[in-house]
């Protein structure tokens, strides 16, 4: 069992519509980032949330952190085919002096002109 | 400032061989993680290495080893290679531990 589920999986859609992907787990996070991976390339960084009930925006993405920080979303507005990628959810998990960046499974996003 | 650079990018072994590969991170960073990206499994988590200390590792057999050396380059080795092994390796640099993290393009290993 993935420590974060991502939702959905797969999603296409046409130029122009908006999208809402989810990031959700049953662990409480201290902070929680988005990442973007295009084709041939390692993932990105976008956003980094950190309090609870955070909105972040870039450009045409909007990111919420939950209240109670188990949970985040990714909406993205009017869509743009160089939007397509894999996107990513990640959360440092601690155990002891130990910590690692952990991620979700991701969901592929397909715009279409 | 450049990124984060690893070679080869990519890379066709045999069974039974031994690979390794190679990772700069950012200049001033001094943490290199490790990732195994599958279509299967997604990112997987390998090590991590701080100061030339491997602080964290993931749940990979012992044939997954790597090193960081004193001006904070890290190398992985992956010996004994299996079919299941083929797949897209990344680096990520990280100011200081295991914050948010700058990846490479990746190694593309394909395990013949």
């Known amino acids: 069992t993935q420590l974060l589920e991502q939702s959905p999986q797969f999603l296409s859609i046409q130029e122009g519509e908006n999208l809402t992907v989810y990031c959700n787990s049953s662990?409480?996070?201290?902070?929680l980032q988005w990442y973007r991976q295009e084709p041939g390339e390692g993932p990105v960084l976008l956003v980094t949330?950190?309090?609870?009930?955070e909105v972040k925006k870039l450009k045409r993405l909007t990111f919420q952190f939950g209240d109670a920080r188990k949970d985040s979303s990714l909406h993205i507005t009017a869509a743009q085919p160089g939007d397509t990628g894999l996107y990513l959810c990640a959360a440092i998990i601690s155990s002891g002096s130990a910590r690692q960046l952990t991620f979700g499974s991701g969901t592929q996003l397909t715009v279409l002109p | 400032k450049a990124g984060v650079t690893q070679t080869p990018r990519y890379l066709i072994k045999t069974r039974g061989q031994q690979v390794t590969l190679s990772c700069s991170p950012i200049?001033?960073?001094?943490?290199v993680s490790w990732y195994q990206q599958t279509p299967g499994q997604g990112l997987q988590f390998l090590f991590e290495?701080?100061?030339?200390?491997?602080?964290n590792k993931g749940n990979f057999p012992g044939r997954f080893s790597g090193r960081q050396f004193s001006n904070s380059r890290s190398e992985m080795n992956v010996s004994t290679l299996e079919l299941g092994d083929s797949a897209l390796y990344l680096c990520?640099?990280?100011?200081?531990?295991?914050?948010?993290?700058?990846f490479g393009q990746g190694t593309r290993l394909t395990v013949v």
């Open positions: 200049s001033g960073h001094r943490s």
């Open positions: 662990s409480v996070f201290s902070s």
């Open positions: 990520a640099s990280s100011p200081v531990w295991n914050t948010e993290a700058f």
């Open positions: 290495y701080f100061s030339e200390t491997q602080r």
């Open positions: 949330v950190v309090t609870g009930g």
